[in-house]
Nanobody, 123 residues
Protein backbone atom coordinates (compact mmCIF):
# COMPACT_ATOMS: atom_id res chain seq x y z
CA UNK A 1 0.00 0.00 0.00
CA UNK A 2 1.17 3.54 -0.85
CA UNK A 3 -0.11 6.80 0.62
CA UNK A 4 0.58 10.07 -1.24
CA UNK A 5 0.33 13.64 0.08
CA UNK A 6 0.81 16.68 -2.18
CA UNK A 7 1.97 20.12 -1.08
CA UNK A 8 3.30 23.35 -2.56
CA UNK A 9 0.26 24.68 -4.38
CA UNK A 10 -0.93 28.25 -4.10
CA UNK A 11 -1.77 31.48 -5.90
CA UNK A 12 0.73 32.92 -8.35
CA UNK A 13 0.69 35.51 -11.13
CA UNK A 14 1.16 34.53 -14.75
CA UNK A 15 4.85 34.00 -15.48
CA UNK A 16 5.61 32.92 -11.93
CA UNK A 17 6.81 29.59 -10.56
CA UNK A 18 5.74 26.94 -8.09
CA UNK A 19 7.33 23.71 -6.90
CA UNK A 20 4.98 20.89 -5.98
CA UNK A 21 6.05 18.03 -3.73
CA UNK A 22 4.53 14.60 -3.24
CA UNK A 23 5.53 12.69 -0.13
CA UNK A 24 4.98 8.94 -0.27
CA UNK A 25 4.73 6.39 2.50
CA UNK A 26 5.16 2.72 1.75
CA UNK A 27 7.72 -0.01 1.42
CA UNK A 28 8.09 -0.03 -2.40
CA UNK A 29 8.15 3.62 -3.50
CA UNK A 30 11.19 3.14 -5.75
CA UNK A 31 9.36 0.43 -7.74
CA UNK A 32 6.61 2.78 -8.99
CA UNK A 33 6.28 5.07 -11.94
CA UNK A 34 5.19 8.43 -10.50
CA UNK A 35 2.90 10.83 -12.32
CA UNK A 36 1.28 14.23 -11.99
CA UNK A 37 -2.24 14.85 -13.25
CA UNK A 38 -4.46 17.92 -13.01
CA UNK A 39 -8.16 18.68 -13.12
CA UNK A 40 -9.81 22.04 -13.69
CA UNK A 41 -13.47 22.72 -12.81
CA UNK A 42 -15.79 21.14 -15.36
CA UNK A 43 -12.97 19.30 -17.14
CA UNK A 44 -11.60 15.76 -17.10
CA UNK A 45 -8.45 14.87 -15.24
CA UNK A 46 -5.49 15.17 -17.62
CA UNK A 47 -1.92 13.93 -17.70
CA UNK A 48 0.84 16.43 -16.92
CA UNK A 49 4.13 14.55 -16.38
CA UNK A 50 5.56 11.20 -15.30
CA UNK A 51 8.88 9.68 -14.29
CA UNK A 52 9.97 6.02 -14.31
CA UNK A 53 11.14 4.29 -11.15
CA UNK A 54 14.80 4.62 -12.20
CA UNK A 55 14.47 8.37 -12.81
CA UNK A 56 16.04 7.93 -16.24
CA UNK A 57 12.90 8.48 -18.32
CA UNK A 58 10.51 11.41 -18.10
CA UNK A 59 7.36 12.29 -20.04
CA UNK A 60 5.34 15.51 -20.41
CA UNK A 61 2.19 16.72 -22.06
CA UNK A 62 3.02 19.02 -24.96
CA UNK A 63 1.92 22.21 -23.20
CA UNK A 64 4.26 21.49 -20.26
CA UNK A 65 7.42 20.81 -22.25
CA UNK A 66 10.09 23.42 -21.61
CA UNK A 67 8.23 24.82 -18.60
CA UNK A 68 7.73 21.91 -16.17
CA UNK A 69 10.31 19.49 -14.78
CA UNK A 70 9.50 16.28 -12.91
CA UNK A 71 12.08 14.65 -10.65
CA UNK A 72 12.21 12.13 -7.83
CA UNK A 73 14.36 11.33 -4.84
CA UNK A 74 13.76 7.70 -3.93
CA UNK A 75 15.87 8.00 -0.78
CA UNK A 76 13.43 10.65 0.47
CA UNK A 77 10.30 8.95 -0.96
CA UNK A 78 9.44 12.21 -2.72
CA UNK A 79 8.56 13.31 -6.25
CA UNK A 80 8.62 16.95 -7.39
CA UNK A 81 7.08 19.05 -10.12
CA UNK A 82 8.88 22.32 -10.81
CA UNK A 83 6.55 24.63 -12.75
CA UNK A 84 7.93 27.75 -14.41
CA UNK A 85 6.36 30.36 -16.70
CA UNK A 86 2.92 29.52 -15.37
CA UNK A 87 -0.14 30.44 -17.40
CA UNK A 88 -3.78 30.93 -16.36
CA UNK A 89 -4.67 27.74 -18.22
CA UNK A 90 -2.45 25.83 -15.75
CA UNK A 91 -5.00 26.56 -13.02
CA UNK A 92 -6.24 23.25 -11.61
CA UNK A 93 -6.05 20.83 -8.73
CA UNK A 94 -2.83 18.87 -9.17
CA UNK A 95 -2.71 15.21 -8.16
CA UNK A 96 0.24 12.94 -7.52
CA UNK A 97 -0.19 9.28 -8.50
CA UNK A 98 1.75 6.00 -8.45
CA UNK A 99 1.64 3.24 -11.07
CA UNK A 100 3.13 -0.25 -10.99
CA UNK A 101 2.55 -0.86 -14.73
CA UNK A 102 0.55 0.34 -17.72
CA UNK A 103 0.26 3.21 -20.19
CA UNK A 104 2.20 6.13 -18.80
CA UNK A 105 -0.37 8.89 -19.52
CA UNK A 106 -3.53 6.88 -18.83
CA UNK A 107 -5.13 7.73 -15.50
CA UNK A 108 -6.40 4.19 -14.89
CA UNK A 109 -2.84 2.84 -15.04
CA UNK A 110 -2.29 4.47 -11.65
CA UNK A 111 -3.03 2.53 -8.49
CA UNK A 112 -2.69 5.22 -5.80
CA UNK A 113 -3.64 8.89 -5.67
CA UNK A 114 -3.12 11.84 -3.38
CA UNK A 115 -5.94 14.22 -2.45
CA UNK A 116 -4.60 17.07 -4.58
CA UNK A 117 -3.19 20.56 -4.15
CA UNK A 118 -4.72 23.70 -5.69
CA UNK A 119 -2.72 25.76 -8.17
CA UNK A 120 -4.23 29.08 -9.22
CA UNK A 121 -2.55 31.31 -11.82
CA UNK A 122 -3.93 34.83 -12.16
CA UNK A 123 -3.76 36.88 -15.35
Amino acid sequence: QVQLVESGGGLVQAGGSLRLSCAASGRTFSSYTMGWFRQAPGKEREFVAAIRWSGGNTYYRDSAKGRFTISRDNAKNTVYLQMNSLKPEDTAVYYCAASSSGIINYRYSYDYWGQGTQVTVSS
